[in-house]
């Protein structure tokens, strides 16, 4: 018996080896990532950095807002009365017939003797069904009983108590059982009572969930917590459009270290071709190099960005004021920056394995180079066009900002317009960039010959140096609207924004002038308490007893009358902030003599540009509270004065609460205006101290005064630096790793003219024309496209402030469009003229 076998027949293999080939490609890829990772050291650390740092930004802004639950505990509703009254009981009653748990919070207010700060005395109850998250124990126990109580840290040290210590308020005695805090709040101090505690509760909270029952059909002291939260520019989506942003620069910057690490992989890719590899495969070998290498990169940023949290979360909860979760995080935007991570190295590696991929394996062999390829004619063109597209994509969003439906929350057109505006603009920055080093390589004919040189070969190669100028641009472009947007908002005459004070003035007003920070007793309807002769005496005497205590010091009576200066129009922002009256000791204090006032003037103001702003009207008299028709004419027979003449003087203040716009005694005798004592401006030769102005504050209550310090918010001055060091330090960190790129990848060109006698001046010239070149393009093409954009956004509002001479950042911007060139050239000059090393051949990577 025979037995015949037959040969198994054998597979079909890919042309391209399959996946085994791919497979094989990736592992040599992977390896080469290992044992080489100093050369991709820069890359690696550009995508560490970014991630770990919207890794912490990312949580700091979405965890710097308040919690969305806050003032709603777990509830989703939450109902507001002024008082438990019968009426109000049989609503709380309905409201949990009709809807099953409710937790009721009555609040009392209650102020310390001496102190113009109030506290809360509140009962609740600390197992409520939903307000649980709005109080935590830190030490003793929660107050169970009529005689007992529990403290915030604030009010117990307000009040000199401890635990076990007696409250005498209210007319009864209470010990102290607990030191309590709300994690939602760290700024909430109250006194936390059981239950039931408070009987004349000025304001009852109640804590509801209504299911899919709207609002308003629940009454008008309704709020849902959805509705309370609906703002689409959140701070997930701008950590999203910040994250997205930082990843393109790293995409452009990276393009040039993966063609720069091609090259230097040149030999070995040649001898991969030769052993059979394709395209394909020799192509997966930087692409898969440039995946792997965001990885690694989106790992390592991941674990520093969680590290630098858990160290900075402490510090974040003290600033924010509410208690944050350790593991709390936008865990969406993590992910995607680690995404987008990924996807940016790998499509910056994308080009250069296509380009290294089409190198011929003898060319490959020999270690020579692809020639770099001409940047596409339509480039220009088309950026050109994007750049359009954007200017109107902007001002459509500036359209909708100013719209009815934006007033009333839909703001879904605006937000989609303007992300897109922004993103074709930064499409349109990166395409038009390239194309003006052409025109910067013709103006540079004259220049000596190393000088052309570098800058006909970055304009013949834009392909080459355009991602990079690309990046630049973005950056300035960053920087300059940010310049130019404060700018055109601080700039803005009529709605005066920026601190209140400066850090050595000091504003004490009577009790009553003082309701809301910068506001004055005659801009409310009831208009200044009437002060006797000897009540005013006596105020005066307590305001320069506080002044005395300051050291030297100048000491100004504020007067206000019963006028108002506003705009007639009713669209936009109008007149704000108060207007006192130019008194001679007022002038006198900011040396202003009476040569240097207008003798008819009526209003002196400080303001930029409120001199040219039309359609201004004095209202005086009755018509303070009450203002005529808006179609009716301005005229003096109802009390009008239309078009008022406003002097501009510099010297006058430009805090927002200080005397910066002062209405005339001219204007006062004229239209027999009626003054009154509205506070005393204290200024001191130096800044006050806080230890100062908290002294002066408490001696302000203790005299039934109120006193104003400097805020917190700042100036115009400030924003503007520190935005235009922002974009220029990101500017000059891209300009070093393009430009040492630049010159890796045409190490062979310079060992070539140092081999035929140029020395390091020449070398030099050479590293600062190319610094100072992408630097200069780089500034120009942001200043034009973010003052575009900037024009664009304002064009239906602030237009006039935008190209008024006085608005425009001229310092800030001929900073960046000079001072961060001329740095780039000096740069450039100093880190450069080392002779290379290996001239006579070309070494082996």
């Not at 006194?191 to 299911?211: C, E, K, N, R």
């Not at 390091?760 to 010239?765: C, F, G, I, V």
Request: hydrophobic share 50%.
């Amino acid at each position: 018996m025979s037995v015949t076998v037959r040969e198994r027949p054998a597979r079909a293999v890919a042309r391209n080896g399959g996946v085994p080939a791919r497979r094989a490609v990736i592992r040599w890829a992977w390896r080469l990532l290992r044992r080489e990772w100093r050369q991709q050291l820069l890359i690696l650390a550009l995508i560490t950095v970014a991630v770990a740092a919207t890794f912490v930004g990312s949580a700091v802004a979405t965890n710097t807002p308040p919690p969305a639950g806050a003032g709603f505990g777990t509830a989703a509703d939450m109902a507001t009365f002024p008082s438990l009254s019968p009426h109000v009981t049989a609503e709380i009653a309905a409201l949990a017939h009709r809807f099953g748990r409710v937790d009721v919070i009555g609040n009392e207010t209650f102020s310390v003797p001496g102190s113009v700060t109030t506290y809360s005395l509140r009962a609740q109850n600390p197992n409520g069904a939903f307000g649980q998250p709005m109080l935590s124990l830190t030490s003793g126990h929660y107050p169970s009983g009529t005689g007992q109580v529990a403290l915030t840290s604030g009010v117990a040290s307000e009040l000199h108590l401890r635990l076990g210590g007696t409250w005498r308020g209210g007319g009864s005695a209470r010990r102290v059982v607990g030191i309590v805090t709300n994690p939602q709040n760290l700024l909430d101090e109250f006194a936390l009572l059981a239950p039931g505690q408070v009987s004349a509760p000025t304001l009852v909270t109640v804590l509801f969930d209504a299911a899919d029952a709207s609002p308003r059909s629940l009454g008008p002291d309704v709020v849902s917590r959805a509705s309370a939260n609906t703002n689409v520019l959140n701070p997930v989506t701008i950590s999203l459009a910040a994250a997205t942003l930082g990843m393109l620069l790293i995409a452009l910057v990276s393009v040039a270290g993966f063609t720069v690490l091609a090259q230097r992989r040149l030999r070995s890719i040649g001898m991969l071709g030769a052993q059979g590899a394709t395209n394909a495969n020799v192509g997966l070998v930087v692409s898969a190099n440039g995946f792997a290498t965001g990885v690694v990169g989106a790992a390592a940023g991941f674990a520093l960005g969680l590290a630098a949290w858990l160290a900075y979360r402490p510090r974040a909860e003290a600033s924010a004021h509410h208690v944050m979760g350790a593991f709390q995080l936008p865990w969406l935007v993590i992910f995607v920056s680690m995404a987008l991570a990924v996807v940016a190295a790998y499509l910056a590696a994308v080009r250069p394995a296509r380009v290294i991929a089409r190198v011929p394996i003898v060319a490959a062999l020999a270690g020579r180079p692809p020639a770099p390829r001409q940047a596409r004619r339509w480039a220009g063109p088309a950026g050109a066009g994007l750049l359009v597209v954007a200017f109107f994509l902007i001002g459509l969003a500036s359209e909708q900002a100013t719209s009815t439906a934006a007033e009333n929350g839909n703001k879904s057109t605006l937000f989609i317009a303007l992300v897109v505006g922004l993103v074709v603009l930064c499409a349109g920055v990166v395409l038009v960039a390239p194309t003006c080093l052409a025109l910067l390589a013709r103006a540079a004919r004259p220049a000596p010959i190393v000088v052309r040189l570098a800058l006909r070969d970055l304009a013949r190669y834009r392909a080459r140096s355009g991602a990079a100028l690309g990046a630049i641009s973005l950056s300035v472009l960053i920087a300059v609207i940010i310049c130019v947007t404060a700018a055109a908002r601080f700039g803005d005459a009529l709605d005066y924004v920026g601190p209140n004070l400066a850090s050595n003035q000091l504003i004490v007003y009577p009790q009553a002038a003082a309701t809301t920070p910068g506001a004055t007793c005659v801009d409310a309807p009831g208009g200044c308490p009437v002060l006797t002769g000897a009540q005013l005496a006596a105020m005066a005497a307590d305001a320069r007893g506080i002044a005395a205590s300051l050291g030297p010091r100048d000491v100004v009576q504020l007067e206000e009358t019963d006028s108002v200066l506003q705009r007639a129009v009713t669209s936009g922002r109008n007149f704000g902030g108060p207007v006192y009256v130019a008194t001679p000791q007022l002038l006198r204090a900011y040396g202003i003599t009476t040569a240097q006032a207008s003798p008819d003037a009526d209003v002196l103001s400080s303001r930029p540009g409120l001199a040219s702003v039309t359609q201004m009207q004095l209202l005086y008299g009755g018509t303070k509270f009450g203002p005529p028709d808006p179609g009716a004419p301005c005229l003096p027979s109802s009390s009008c004065l239309a078009n008022p003449k406003i002097q501009e003087v510099s010297a006058l203040p430009s805090g927002t609460s200080a005397p910066n716009t002062v209405i005339t005694e001219h204007a006062v005798r004229q239209f027999h205006l009626t003054t009154t004592t509205a506070g005393w401006l204290i200024q001191t030769p130096d800044s006050l101290t806080a230890g100062q102005a908290s002294a002066a504050q408490h001696a302000a209550a203790a005299a039934g005064l109120t006193a104003e310090t400097r805020n917190s918010i700042p100036t115009s001055a400030e924003i503007l630096d520190v935005a235009t060091v922002f974009g220029i330090l990101l500017a000059l960190g891209i300009l070093v790793m393009s430009v040492g790129l630049l010159r890796s990848e045409t190490a062979s060109d310079l060992r070539m003219l140092t081999a035929t006698g140029a020395g390091s001046t020449a070398r030099r010239a050479i590293s600062a024309a190319t610094a100072g070149a992408l630097a200069l393009i780089g500034a120009v093409v942001g200043i034009v496209a973010g003052y575009i954009a900037a024009i664009s956004f304002f064009r239906t509002s602030q237009l006039d402030t935008l190209s008024s001479l006085t608005s425009i950042p001229v310092a800030n911007l001929l900073l960046i469009l000079v001072g961060m060139p001329l740095v780039a050239v000096i740069g450039g000059w100093l880190l450069a003229g080392r002779e290379p090393r290996a001239i006579g051949r070309r070494p082996l990577e």
